[in-house]
């Protein structure tokens, strides 16, 4: 995700976040592993749906014999 991307969707110019990596990067850090922490949450249930799918995929293949 872009800066702009991250400044759009937190409602703040691309200026703001500049400065936040800037001047205040604590604050910054936590911008960054929120939206890390969400991208990656949104990664394992995706995993977890396909996981699923694949499994019922198998299980009726398995019954059908």
Do not use: H
Not at 7 to 28: E, F, H, M, Q, S
């Amino acid at each position: 995700m872009t800066q702009r991307d991250m400044a759009g969707y937190l409602g703040v110019d691309v200026k703001t976040i500049r400065n936040w990596r800037k001047n205040k990067p604590n604050l910054y850090e936590i911008i960054i592993k929120g939206f890390t922490f969400d991208k990656v949450l949104n990664n394992a249930k995706n995993n977890y749906e396909e996981l699923q799918e694949l499994n019922k995929s198998c299980c009726n293949k398995n019954n059908m014999k």
